[in-house]
C-alpha cells in the first residue's frame, strides 16, 4: 500500500488529502505518524473532512475511526432524539426522516448532561442532488446572537420535554411509523434499564397509563469546551420546536395532528427557557438566521469522512433526492 508522507490541508471544514494519488487506508500508520498533528488542528477547526483515502465499506469506516481515535470506544445513541438504525456495534445509519424534511444545524444529543464529544460521518452512496451536511462553527454562532437573548438563554438555561409512545401491540406500525418509541430509543423494553440511563444523565421521567415515557430535563445554553474552555453555543432549543420556521406550515401542522392522534395529546417534543417561560418564534428564528450567518455547505463525495468536535461545530442535512448512504460513528 502507498504510504501518505505528508498532507496537504485547504479551507473549512479542514480538507485532509493525501498527497499521492493512491491514498492510503493504512489508517493505524497514517494516525501514528499524524494523529497529534491532526487533532491539534481538530480542535483549532471543529472540523477535518478526509477526502481521497478509499473508504468503501462500513467495516473501512470503522477502522478508520478506531485508528483516529484510539483507545476508546464508539458510543451508542441510546435515549436518541432521532429515529435512526444500527449498522453494527458502533455504527449507525444518519437521522432517517424523510428526504424533503430539512434538519437544522444541531449538537448531537445537546439534550443530554453528557454529549459525545466527537461525531464522524461517512459517505458510503453520496446523493445526486442536495443532501449535503451543513455546519456550523458554534464559536461564532454564539456570537452572532443578539446580547439580550444570549443573556436569557445563559441566565435561564432550557428544558427539554419528549415524549415517547409505547411499542404497543395494538397500534405499534402506526406509532413506529410517525413517533418515536421508548423501546426504539433506548434499544430495550425493559424498564429499569431505561430508567437508569435516565437517572444517570439527570433526566426527570414520569410512564403514563397508556405505556409512553416523558422525559424532562434542563441544561444550561452554553457549554465550555472540555479542553480549551471557550464558551460555545451548545443545545437543541431550536430543533425541539416543530414550529413553521424549522420545518414549514405543512410539516408542522401535522405534526401536531399527530400529536393529537398517536400521543394523546403530548407532543412528542418541545423546549422551553429553564424556568418555564416559552421560547418565542422571534427567539426560535434568531437562532436560526445566526445559525445561517455562519453555515458551510459543501457537496459529499463518496469516500469521505468528516469527523467534527461536537462542542464546537454543529450538523444539520439539507433535502435531497435518490439515493443516500450516511454513516454515523460517535466518541
Not at 499521492?20 to 493504512?26: A, K, L, M, V, Y
Not at 406509532?175 to 437508569?196: H, I, M, P, Y
Not at 433535502?319 to 454515523?328: H, L, M, S
Request: contains cysteine; positive net charge; glycine residues 6%.
Amino acid at each position: 500500500m502507498a504510504s501518505v508522507e505528508t498532507l496537504s490541508y485547504r479551507s473549512l471544514p479542514l480538507i485532509v488529502e493525501p498527497t499521492t494519488h493512491q491514498g492510503s487506508n493504512d489508517f493505524n500508520t497514517l494516525f501514528k505518524k499524524y494523529r497529534k498533528h491532526l487533532k491539534q488542528q481538530l480542535q483549532h477547526h471543529g472540523a477535518l473532512l478526509f477526502r481521497g483515502f478509499r473508504l468503501q465499506l462500513i467495516s473501512d469506516f470503522e477502522q478508520f475511526v478506531d485508528a483516529f481515535f484510539t483507545g476508546s470506544q464508539s458510543l451508542s445513541y441510546t435515549g436518541g432524539f432521532s429515529k435512526r438504525d444500527r449498522v453494527t456495534e458502533g455504527v449507525y445509519t444518519s437521522t432517517e426522516f424523510p428526504s424533503y424534511i430539512p434538519i437544522q444545524c444541531h449538537n448531537e444529543m445537546a439534550y443530554f448532561k453528557e454529549i459525545p464529544r466527537y461525531i464522524c460521518f461517512f459517505c458510503h452512496t453520496a446523493p445526486k442532488k442536495g443532501g449535503e451536511t451543513p455546519i456550523a462553527d458554534c464559536r461564532r454562532v454564539l456570537r452572532s446572537l443578539d446580547p439580550e437573548l444570549r443573556s436569557r438563554f445563559e441566565k435561564k438555561g432550557i428544558s427539554y420535554k419528549r415524549h415517547l409512545t409505547s411499542g404497543s401491540i395494538t397500534i405499534y406500525s402506526f406509532r413506529q411509523r410517525f413517533r418515536q418509541t421508548w423501546q426504539d430509543a433506548f434499544e430495550t423494553d425493559d424498564r429499569e434499564t431505561v430508567e437508569s440511563h435516565c437517572r444517570a444523565q439527570g433526566l426527570s421521567i414520569r410512564w403514563d397509563r397508556f405505556g409512553g415515557l416523558l422525559l424532562i430535563n434542563t441544561l444550561p445554553a452554553t457549554r465550555k469546551h472540555p479542553e480549551t474552555g471557550e464558551k460555545v453555543w451548545c443545545n437543541q432549543a431550536h430543533i425541539f420546536k416543530l414550529v413553521p420556521e424549522n420545518v414549514g406550515w405543512i410539516l408542522s401542522v401535522t405534526a401536531r395532528i399527530i400529536d393529537l392522534l398517536v400521543g394523546k395529546g403530548s407532543r412528542a417534543h418541545d423546549s422551553f427557557f429553564g424556568d418555564g417561560t416559552p421560547l418565542s418564534r422571534s427567539d426560535i428564528r434568531a437562532i436560526l438566521q445566526a445559525f445561517r450567518d455562519n453555515t458551510v455547505i459543501f457537496p459529499w463525495q463518496k469516500g469521505d469522512v468528516m469527523v467534527l468536535d461536537n462542542y464546537l461545530v454543529a450538523h444539520g442535512r439539507m433535502p435531497f433526492k435518490g439515493p443516500r448512504k450516511i454513516f454515523v460513528a460517535m466518541r
